[in-house]
Every structure is written in structure tokens, then in C-alpha cells.
């Protein structure tokens, strides 16, 4: 969970606060937990990574030059083909992702593992935002199709 | 955009983040008032959750497990009244889940990652929620020298778990794959790729229900997985399931 929090927020005492704050959050609501809706796992990390959103935005609107941290200093190990890449062979994900352009799919995997917005993607990849949003929004329906 | 594909890919974008400010209220309250959009939105965050556990591992500190189990005896120590009465009576199990929280400390003392730990208070929830908690069949994966390494537990509801018990060791560049034959005319079906030996759930839904007999087995194999879809390495260890009483 940690590794999780810590792509959102390099800053190791960030990440564990949010760690720290999501497992009391999840311990405080483990009893309204609905099997009917999702898995376990899911539902703990969703917790988290909910968490770690609010924090990395808060944090943003707080000093801007956060940015920085979560756009330069991520190690080709860390980026998000690496991720892709150690998806489970079998997976669907993996294939339907691996079924993207290659930019379109980092935006992808940026977005959801590192949690940045349509804008500071588009800052990121150096596209006009309405660009960036129809390639995302291109993206999620080519991938939707093939999850189905 | 037709308004019902606007929504599924409102649903979608709520489940990878990347909504914020009134977009993200507007999703929020959608998820909260709308089942078919709710369950929408959970369908997709199952799917995307497979990337979080491509997170690198990070070892939290002991700090770190010491602080969340003082606030959450701190938590339970402010509630006890109030569950007592209600929540504890409705739900009896959940004793168990707080003897596994307050063993906080003892899953890193076994050397278990944060990534473990939330796999087990995963395992937690989910053996409260289900009727049946006993894996229907169990497998231990012994290596060569007939010692036992790991564990596979299989359960009714088709999800399976493989739990390592002896460390092993992966050389550089190489990684554990994870293997079930089920069928001798398919050959060996791989389930799950691993970079060291930890706790995972295993990748069976695709599969028919496990069966007695059936084989799991760990080999070594280029960090990518095999390139063939096959075994290609050497077979670290292996066992198959026997039904658990």
C-alpha cells in the first residue's frame, strides 16, 4: 500500500501519513463493507487512492511546485510501461492496454497511477487540453470495448 | 456522444482518478444515488486495481505500523460501548478481524510488507463476508527437497491465494511464474507472475473451478514471464490440491 501512495507522493512521510489515515479510515469503516460491491482488495485500495487524490490535490493547490515532483523524478523503473509490463501475463488489462498507442497508453496508466489531471497531462505530453481530453476519452472507449 | 456512453465514460474516468472539482462532486453524487452507475464505477476499479499492485514495493518503517495501531486501539477504545451493543452482536466475526489487526506488529516482524499486510486484512474482510471461510481445497507446493515453500488455497467461490512460506531466492532479471494444469491436453496455464515470493491472489477466474488433484506449480523465468506461455525454467516447487476437510 505504501508503493501505491508513494506514486502519487514521492515524499516518504507524505506517503505514510496517507497510509496512516487510510487504514483507520478503512478500520473505522470495515463494518459498512458490501461484498455485493466489489472485492475486498478493491474496496481497501480504493480508500487509499482516494485518499492520496485529495492529499496530492490539496497539497498542489497549496504549492504548485509540487508538480514538479510527480512529473520529472520518476524513474524509468517507476514509469508506466514498467507497470504494464509487470501486469500478469494473462491479464486483460495488460492486453487491451498493450492494444493502445503507446503515448495513449501512458496517459492512461499516468492518470490512474499517479493520479494526474486531464490538464497536467496535457502539460505533461505537450497537447492542448481539449486534445488530451478526446485522446483520453478515445482511449477509455477503445478500452472499453475490449474489457467487454 | 449519446447521453448513456457520456455516462459510461463519466463512470470510467470517476474509477481512474482523473476527475476533480465539480466533475468529481458531479460522479461523487451520481455513484451515491444511482446503482447502475455505482456498479459501473465498481466494475472498473476492479479492473484498473491490477495496476496497484505493480506499485514497486515500499518498506514502511516500524514507526509506521506502531502510529496506525495505537490510533486504531485509540478508535476502538473511544467505541467500545457503542459496538458492544450493536455492531458487535450483528456481526460475531468480527473479533477475528481485530485479533489479526492487533498481530499488526507480528506481520512485520515476519518481514511482510504493507502490500501483504492489506492482502491479509483483505483476507480478513473477506472471510467475514463469506458464509464458507474454509478454502475448499488446499495445495502445498514442496520443492525439490521435499520441503514445503508455499501454500495455494482454493476456494468455492473460484478465487485462489498463494501464500509463500519459506523465502525464496530470485536471482537478478528473473522472476517467479506461477503455473496450474488443469487440463493435460491445454498443458500448463499461467497464473500469476511474481518478482520475489509474497502473498497473492491468483489468477483463476478465467479457469474452471479448481479440482482434486489438480497441479500448481512455481518455475523460474525470464523477469517478463516465460517468453513462450509455457514452463521453460526449472520447477522450484509443486503440489497438488487436495480437498481440505
Known sequence: MLGVARRFLPRAEIAEEVVHDAFVRIWQKARDFDPARGSARTWIYTVLRNHALNTLRNERRVDPTEDFEAFGFVSEEEGPEAAVMRLSEASRLRRCLGGLEPMRRDVIVLAYTQGLTHGELAGRFGVPLGTMKSWIRRSLTALKDCMS | MTAQSERETMALEHALGLLDGESLAQAEQLEAEDSSFAALVTIWRERFSELDLTAPPAEAGSEL???????????????????????????????????????????????????????????????????????????????????????????????????????????????????????????????????????????????????????????????????????????????????AL
Open chain 2, 65 to 243: 505500523w506502531a502510529r496506525i495501531a495505537t490510533s486504531v486501539e485509540r478508535i476502538e477504545a473511544g467505541q467500545s460501548p457503542a459496538l458492544t451493543r450493536s455492531a458487535r452482536a450483528s456481526r460475531p466475526n468480527a473479533s477475528f478481524v481485530a485479533s489479526l489487526w492487533h498481530s499488526l506488529p507480528v506481520w512485520r516482524a515476519a518481514g511482510l510488507s504493507g502490500a501483504a499486510a492489506a492482502l491479509s486484512l483483505a483476507l480478513a474482510l473477506a472471510l467475514i463476508s463469506r458464509p464458507s471461510p474454509n478454502p475448499t481445497y488446499v495445495a502445498v507446493l514442496m520443492t525439490e527437497a521435499s520441503a514445503p515453500a508455499a501454500i495455494v488455497n482454493a476456494y468455492r467461490d473460484g478465487h485462489a491465494e498463494l501464500i509463500p512460506i519459506e523465502p525464496i531466492a530470485v536471482p537478478e532479471g528473473k522472476a517467479l511464474q506461477v503455473w496450474t494444469l488443469w487440463d493435460r491436453e491445454r498443458g500448463p496455464v499461467s497464473i500469476g507472475l511474481l518478482d520475489r515470493a509474497r502473498s497473492v491472489p491468483l489468477d483463476i477466474a478465467r479457469l474452471p473451478q479448481t479440482g482434486a488433484d489438480q497441479l500448481f506449480e512455481i518455475t523460474l523465468e525470464p523477469k517478463q514471464g516465460s517468453p513462450t506461455g509455457r514452463p521453460t525454467g526449472p520447477i522450484l516447487m509443486k503440489g497438488t490440491t487436495h480437498p
